[in-house]
């Protein structure tokens, strides 16, 4: 580890929660990483979790009891958990299991772990560890979009090969990657945790407008052409905008969602409808996201009147001309009016190359990539999973890359919100420097 990991952590009080998975032996060095940081750990095992490793071998690392017991008769007879919870700035849960996860959602105290996070109100970590299936069922996304609304940070969880012989998302992310992650919601809320209402990153002073959903370019008065987008990671990504006090504008194609709360909304059909919004919202934003899956191609003549099938041809044949570019057009826009613009791809295969060709060709900012090919995942899903990429500054030595697993579109979109809002950070910070202007 760095020392600015050594620095970040000391002295910070870390409940470590560990629950019932085999991903638990992974636990003991977690604690390990966490004292040698400098943090104070304390350890609160489930019952489960004993099964997998032992009370001895946290005590042994952390140098502090671990309490397993929800009814200790020693502990309580000053009202031990409660003094736990008030103890505690930081409670971490890794790993956290799926039935963990549903009894935190409902807001269920029946044992020493759960009574502890309900009696807590400063900042909530977990490390979700469980079976692929089990990641990917409505039940257990739902209770991690729940969750998240409560205050709790997700940290994963990672993909790959699972112990039970499965591949897939599910994995508890490695004890150095949740150390890590712990350092930036540190270092975003300031040097201590100051409470599960605070955001990683806040937007409080930012104008941030998206596009969402599909275009329709009309053919005659009752057919057009389109795509499958839903519109779910467009309004995802406004929603965790204004979560962080963003003033939000979502300019959205036809789609059967709901606004979210707060969020302004503007209605468009066509792709150049959307280009004529976007152009007046982009004058006056800081970050434009274009998420929207904007048709590349539009009927050159739209007929008066509906295009009748002839008996005599068994084929159509209709001349398409190109739609305009707008992220491009967004990104190419006059400099001192530009805003931080981060554009998306959805690939089928050699996704990074694409993206990259796409971030530099079309001079984005930062670029989503998404592989529309797995299954489960992209247009018409609740989950998704993406690759971040992102232009360096001048004191950068190359490009960022992020690479975020499978998960619920709501986590992808507050993860890529926060992004966005520290490369504008970044970039703000960077051409403010008086070593970096042009003479």
């Known amino acids: 580890m760095s020392q600015r990991t050594h620095a970040s952590l000391i002295g910070t009080r870390i409940l470590l929660g560990i629950s019932g998975g085999i991903a638990a032996y992974k636990s003991a060095h977690l604690a390990r990483l966490l004292k040698k940081a400098g943090a104070e750990v304390r350890v609160v095992m489930t019952e489960g979790a004993q099964a997998f490793i032992t009370p001895l071998t946290l005590q042994a690392l952390t140098g502090e009891q671990v309490r397993t017991s929800l009814l200790d008769p020693e502990a309580e007879a000053g009202m031990g958990h409660i003094e736990l919870a008030r103890w505690a700035e930081l409670i971490l849960i890794a790993p956290a299991t ?11 105290a029946d044992d020493l772990l759960t009574t502890l996070c309900l009696a807590n109100d400063a900042l909530w970590c977990m490390a979700p ?4 299936a089990m990641w990917r069922h409505p039940a257990t996304l739902e209770n991690a979009r ?11 969880p990672d993909a790959g090969d699972q112990a039970c012989g499965d591949v897939g998302p599910g994995r508890m992310l490695e004890p150095e990657a949740i150390v890590n992650e712990l350092l ?11 409470g599960l209402a605070q955001h990683a990153t806040d937007a409080a002073e930012l104008t941030i407008t998206i596009t969402a959903g599909p275009t329709r370019e009309p053919l005659d008065p009752v057919r057009y052409l389109s795509n499958h987008s839903s519109g779910k990671m467009g309004y995802a990504l406004a929603q965790a905008a204004v979560e962080r006090g963003a003033r ?41 996201i274009g998420c929207a899956a904007v048709a590349d191609y539009r009927a050159e003549q739209i007929a008066e009147h509906k295009i009748k099938k002839s008996s005599d041809e068994d084929a159509l044949t209709l001349r398409l001309v190109k ?8 990104a190419q826009s006059a400099v001192d009016s530009r805003p931080f613009v981060v554009g998306f ?13 796409k971030l530099t060709r079309k001079q984005l900012d930062m670029i989503v990539a998404n592989d529309v090919g797995r299954p489960g995942l992209g247009f018409g899903a609740d989950e998704n999973a993406a690759l971040l990429l992102w232009r360096g500054t001048e004191n950068e030595a190359a490009p960022g890359r992020l690479e975020l697993s499978p998960q619920p579109k709501t986590m992808l979109a507050a993860k890529i919100i926060d992004t966005a809002i520290k490369r504008l950070s970044a970039t703000d910070e960077q051409s403010s420097c008086p070593s970096s202007q042009v003479t």
Do not use: C
């Open 98 to 108: 799926a039935d963990l996860m549903a009894r935190l959602a409902q807001g269920q």
């Open 129 to 132: 560890a469980m079976n692929q």
């Open 146 to 156: 729940r969750l998240e609304k409560y205050g709790w940070h997700l940290l994963g």
């Open 184 to 194: 930036d919601r540190l270092t975003d809320t300031g040097s201590k945790p100051s």
């Open 248 to 288: 939000v504008r979502l300019i959205s194609g036809p789609v059967a969602l709901e606004t979210p709360p707060g969020v302004e909304r503007v209605d468009v059909e066509s792709a150049l409808e959307m280009l004529e919004a976007a152009q007046k919202a982009a004058v006056d934003s800081d970050i434009f």
């Open 323 to 330: 739609n305009p570019d707008i992220i491009a057009t967004i």
């Open 345 to 357: 791809a959805a690939e089928t295969r050699d996704l990074e190359r694409y993206a990259l060709d």
